[in-house]
């Protein structure tokens, strides 16, 4: 039991991350950073999924928390950014963390009476919580004239469905401003406001309906910023310069030109450069195609502000109620466009209605809802029947505007890309094993979705700059696959480390510059089945973690998976002295036309667990790279292995047999079924049949067939307590011999055997006397009888013959 124990201890594994004390840092500045979970003490370091931040100094590792001091670069952007905690055994989920441009200060109780609120300044950021029926007041001094703005993160913090409501008040506790919800930030609410006068305001901090709980998190920043709800354009071509308009609830607007990134980014998130910047920015699609802006007026079709064909995008605000904008469009027959709003996605309140329409007002297609999680947005594809000049029409479901209706309308056939991800390996869980720790000496793997628009061709993973000791052994991804596992290795004497990491898929052609990027998307604000807010990341955190107390192997089979056949596929463990818990085994990839339960499990002190493979009849013959992972609770948290790569071929079968006809029988009687053989490839010896899916009250007796058989034979008998009715979904299993063993083939699949009640005999008829005959000569011996159908026995009962 000891040594059990000793073992468990080594192998803490797969950390906890709970919270983060402070939720922000201000960037430029070095601070001290808390955070808590479980299976910590084993900690190694953080994995920031965005570059800029440095752990300086670890200062305090407990079980269930770590302090050390952090440093985030100057440069670092606003908002929120990832991280995850990295131990010497696993990696945790991911959490978000805040970078702020103001100091924090912390909430001081008690500051729940107007009367005394806790006193602030001007450009700070307080952390707080709100407890139920809490209230927090905090009072700053203005001038009049002065900017107050707020702007609060509670929701965005991840903590609970938080739902916080924030006011300025003036000395005589009136609101001249508030906010509970926004578009852009949800239940997340900012607002400003101009000081009347001199003196003191002060700003209230509460859930919207007077709940809360200790963890109701917040991050209140203060200052005199502007807060756009939107900008307009709220997207630009990468590598371009951008006049864009920054406009706020009020219409109060600035603009910039704005320097677009030099490749594409849907994370991206503007923020004024010439102004000063509010908490976190807005979002600002990078593409690789222009922009056409609204000339108006536009509010005719035979007024339609000209764009050229795709791909572009058409940008516009609908400024006042009924407005509504027209753009003219030049194209092709045969194009395939994808229309897609953004609005509501850029915090614009627009509801878009958007229909496209021929030159003779004919309307080709149109959509209000369904632009994806922000589903007021519209998202539809148009097929061009001809070529032409088309219209696109925009205006608001309620026939609503104002100066914050902006909207982008991307339209694009389909470019030339290549996105790749892991599917959710957990219902409700993005972040379940969405990460690469190795164990020193053994293996990790994980699966990744390849989604290819116009790039054809055979392409190789690349991920340079991996932890030393580590390397990837995938590197090949065939053109005709639509996903492939990636497996990673780490030699015994691997140091332990961890980084974040980007994969690109490339392509063998070097004059095909298309470049495949990893695009992640993780849930970081979820409350059920209503997901807040994601992040899509194009990094993979990666690690060397200790050595697991268990190793797997796939055994290499003898023979081939062939079509319309099975193959068990055995996984030996490999374990540790005193380690005995079970093994949960994860089958994730099969090739094309090859299925299987995705999970097996070895037993308690068990050795080995075997997969079912089922090849279907269009399997493609080949050779596949098979490797499973395993899961297993080592005494403190999950540990995962994975098998090195094994060799699976696939293969023609060697016969096959089309579903037999349907065989019935009396209840108690016998019969034979018949299987017409079908010989596909040569083999020598003989093979066995068997009819497979009957319940052991029906016996079929086995046959065997070797390279001349035609058909299969098989005898059935049945009982008294054979069950009436049929027994379909039969197929016959046939192991042929063949170099290395046999190989299981599936046959006549589908066949249906059907037992009936037993007739009741019929009423014997008066014997006949039988007149005297002349002896005659021994007769002939009789043929073999020939085998007759149901059918045919019920018609000789009937005649009596």
Known sequence: MAALSGAAMLHAAYPEFSATKPNG??????????????????????IFMSPGFTMKKVEKVEKNKVTATVAIDKNVPLGNHMMRIRTKSGISHARQFFVGQYPNVDEKEPNDDFAAPQVVSFNQTVEGVVQNEDVDYYRVSAKKGQRIAVEVDGLRLGYINFDPYVA???????EIGSSDDTILHRQDGFVSVVAPEDGDYTIMVRESSYRGSGNSYYRLHIGSFHRPDVVYPAGGQAGSVVKTKFIEKSGETFEEDVKVPGQPDPNYMLLPAAHESPPSGNPFRVVSFANTLEAEPNDEQAKATVSTGDPI??????????????????????????????????GSPLDSVVNVYNAKGGSLSGNDDGGGRRRLDSKFTVNVPADGDYFLRVTDHLERGGPNFIYRIELAASEPSVRFSSPNYSVNDSHLRQF????????YATMVNVNRSNVNGDMKFDMPNLPQGMKLITTDFPKDLPNVNLLFQAAPDAPIAGAALPITLKHVDPNVKVVGTLAQEFDVVRNGNVIYYTEIEDKLPVAVVEEAPYSLEIVKPTVPLVNNG?????????????????IRVLLMWKPPGVSSLGEQTIPEGGTECAFLLDANANAPAGKWNFTVIGEADAGNGRVYNASPFTEIVTAPAYITAPTMAMTAVEQGQETEMV????HLQPFTGEATAKVTGTPDTIEIASATINKDTKEAIFKVKTTAKSPIGKQANLFVAVEVPIPGGTTTHRIGIGSILRIDAPRKAPAPKPAAVAAATPAKPAPAKPAEPKRLSRLEQLRQEATGK
Not at 25 to 46: K, P, W, Y
Not at 168 to 174: A, M, N, P, T
Not at 336 to 343: D, E, G, L, P, R
Not at 436 to 443: H, K, L, M, S, W
């Open 25 to 46: 840092g201000q960037r430029g500045t070095e601070f001290q950073l808390t955070v808590t979970g479980n299976r910590l003490e084993d900690f190694e370091g953080f």
């Open 168 to 174: 300025i008040l003036d000395k005589g506790r009136f």
């Open 313 to 346: 995008a058409l940008n516009g605000i609908i400024e006042k109620a009924g407005d509504i904008d027209w753009f003219k469009l030049p194209l092709k027959k045969g194009m395939s466009i994808v229309v897609q709003t953004f609005a509501q996605a850029l």
């Open 436 to 443: 690469i720790a190795v164990p020193r000496g053994g293996y």
């Open 566 to 582: 099975v193959l068990s596929m055995k996984v030996v463990a490999k374990r540790k002295e005193g380690f005995k818990a079970p």
């Open 675 to 678: 299987c017409k053989v079908e």
